[in-house]
């Protein structure tokens, strides 16, 4: 599968990981539709890079149905999916004001690891329409893990959780959807210059590229943008998680 022919949708790519990963496949001539809850940055986005938007709540099955009908008609197909929305929350298991508060674990759940789940099942029904070629190959599914996921840290245990579950989804779905041809991957960054991360005091932020092997300093969104667009093409890769990290090892 080339990048060039690709036409894929691409979860929380109005900012972040997701928004490198959008701006990178059009640069390298692929259609894209950027799938997200915030639609004005959204919008936004689509526009400058002459991609599709639609809005979009990835816990919501009727919500990615119609994000998925939006992409085919304007892509005339989907042959990727990479998923990139997702919340990161700090909270111990037991904290000063008492035990983590299950709504928060839930919801963590819920958008991460459900989220992700709900949009790959969908778009893998989606693919499975699509003309084999000489492979076999009709799509591929890009899911986003975490270095939390083998390292969590302390207020990590929802999101470590989730970003685990993603690890443990990568073989059995890439079983699953094998007879169609459609390949399955993920991706474990380690501390990326994403705005959640670039808003913290510069000083963190130097403490926090201090601890990577090397280099020593934060990921580069486009560095996992790269990725995936290798992965897209790179049609032997599946069932396996890539850690992104510089070698970073949390204690």
């Known amino acids: 599968m080339h990048i060039t022919d690709t036409a894929a949708i691409i979860t929380g790519g109005a900012s972040g990981l997701g928004e490198a990963t959008a701006r990178h496949f059009r640069a390298q001539g692929a259609q894209v539709t950027i799938l997200d809850r915030d639609a004005a940055r959204g919008q936004a986005v689509a526009a400058e890079i002459g991609a599709t938007f639609a809005e979009t709540d990835v816990t919501d099955e009727t919500s990615v ?57 969908l778009a893998a029904a989606e693919m499975a329409g699509n003309a084999p070629d000489d492979d076999g190959a009709r799509g591929v599914i890009v899911n986003t893990a975490s270095v939390a996921a083998f390292e969590g840290q302390k207020g990590q245990a929802a999101y470590a959780a989730s970003k685990g579950g993603i690890v443990a989804l990568s073989v059995p779905m890439a079983r699953d959807l094998s007879r169609e041809g459609i390949r399955v991957m993920a991706i474990a960054p380690g501390i990326f210059a994403t705005p959640m991360m670039r808003g913290l005091p510069q000083e963190v932020q130097d403490s926090l590229a201090a601890e990577v092997t090397f280099p020593k300093r934060l990921g580069d969104p486009a560095e996992y943008a790269r990725l995936a667009a290798f992965i897209v093409e790179c049609g032997y890769l599946n069932g396996e998680v890539i850690r992104l990290d510089g070698a970073l090892r949390m204690q």
């Not at 149905?65 to 998923?83: D, K, S």
């Open 65 to 121: 149905a119609a994000a998925i009908a939006t992409a085919r008609g304007a892509m005339g197909r989907i042959t990727a999916a990479i998923n990139c929305a997702g919340i990161a929350t700090g909270t111990k298991t037991l904290g000063r004001d008492g035990p983590h508060p299950l709504d928060v674990f839930r919801r963590t759940i819920d958008i991460n690891l459900v989220g992700t789940f709900n949009v790959a099942r």
